[in-house]
């Protein structure tokens, strides 16, 4: 895949979504990593239905080191791994309060250090809540480097590394959030949405399903 093609791939997905940004809900930085904690191996929505009830009585350090890991499980009891996770919150919580004065830091080395913060999680922080250019390469971002040829790899860490070479610059802030959309709505894992697709032209899918009437650089072929 050629950088012309890369770049009208990443102006065709600006357009098609416009406002690119998390689904998980939140007001604060620290509410966005606790969210981002309990999304692994979750939904944003069932992490959403959870965090409303729970960022009501606790969305500080201190409140949620004060439910204690059998309080947090209370509000958390629907997401999956929901035990661990509780852990991992109380643990990242009393880190922030010991190390960071209460404030989510804005270094990966730091993000890094916490309870239950990896790489991608790291990423997703620095990315939405200090808009650092940098990709989270989630299950959706793996599979559409992959399969559209954007960024190709055996593991994570080698489609985020090609991503981050490959994509034009003035995308690369809003990248990691139009391809989560995109993979998450059109690109699906089982039945991808060739025909609704954008970008199918583009996209050098070998099983892709190109409808009869598709856009071709803004006009009907």
Same mark, same amino acid.
Do not use: W
């Given at each position: 895949?050629?950088?012309?093609?890369?770049?009208? %791939? $990443?102006?065709r997905l600006s357009k098609a979504i416009p406002k690119p940004t998390t689904e998980l809900e939140y007001?604060?930085?620290?509410?966005?990593?606790i969210a981002v904690i309990l999304s692994a191996q979750a939904t944003d929505k069932g992490v959403n %239905? =959870?965090? +409303?009830? *729970? $960022?009501?009585?606790?969305?500080?350090?201190?409140?949620?080191?004060?439910?204690?890991?059998?309080? !947090?499980?209370?509000?958390?009891?629907?997401?999956?791994?929901?035990?661990?996770? &509780?852990?991992?919150? %109380?643990?990242?919580?009393?880190? @922030?309060?010991?190390?960071?004065?209460?404030?989510?830091?804005?270094?990966?080395?730091?993000?890094?250090?916490?309870?239950?913060?990896? +790489?991608?999680?790291?990423?997703?922080?620095?990315?939405? &809540? $200090?808009?650092?250019?940098?990709?989270? /390469?989630?299950?959706? @971002? $793996? +599979?559409?480097?992959?399969?559209?040829?954007? &960024?190709t790899g055996k593991n994570v860490l080698q489609v985020e590394q090609k991503y981050l070479r490959t994509?034009?610059?003035?995308? @690369?802030?809003? &990248?990691?959030? @139009? !391809?989560?959309?995109?993979? +998450?709505?059109?690109?699906? =894992?089982?039945?991808?949405?060739?025909?609704?697709?954008?970008? /199918?032209? *583009?996209?050098?899918?070998?099983?892709?399903?190109?409808?009869?009437?598709?856009?071709?650089?803004?006009?009907?072929?």
């Open positions: 895949m050629n950088a012309e093609k890369r770049a009208e %791939i $990443f102006k007001s604060t930085t620290f509410e966005l990593l %239905i =959870a965090t +409303r009830k *729970l $960022f009501k009585v606790a969305n500080t350090p201190e409140a949620i080191v004060n439910l204690g890991v059998e309080g !947090l499980e209370n509000y958390i009891k629907t997401i999956g791994l929901y035990h661990a996770k &509780a852990k991992n919150v %109380i643990a990242c919580c009393e880190q @922030l309060i010991l190390i960071h004065h209460s404030q989510v830091p804005n270094t990966r080395a730091a993000l890094e250090a916490l309870a239950g913060v990896g +790489r991608k999680t790291a990423n997703v922080i620095l990315n939405t &809540a $200090f808009g650092e250019p940098t990709i989270a /390469v989630d299950t959706h @971002l $793996f +599979r559409l480097g992959n399969r559209t040829k954007l &960024a994509i034009p610059k003035e995308f @690369l802030h809003d &990248a990691h959030h @139009l !391809l989560i959309l995109h993979g +998450r709505y059109t690109c699906t =894992a089982r039945n991808p949405k060739c025909r609704e697709c954008c970008i /199918v032209d *583009l996209c050098e899918y070998k099983d892709k399903m190109i409808p009869k009437v598709h856009l071709m650089n803004g006009q009907d072929a």
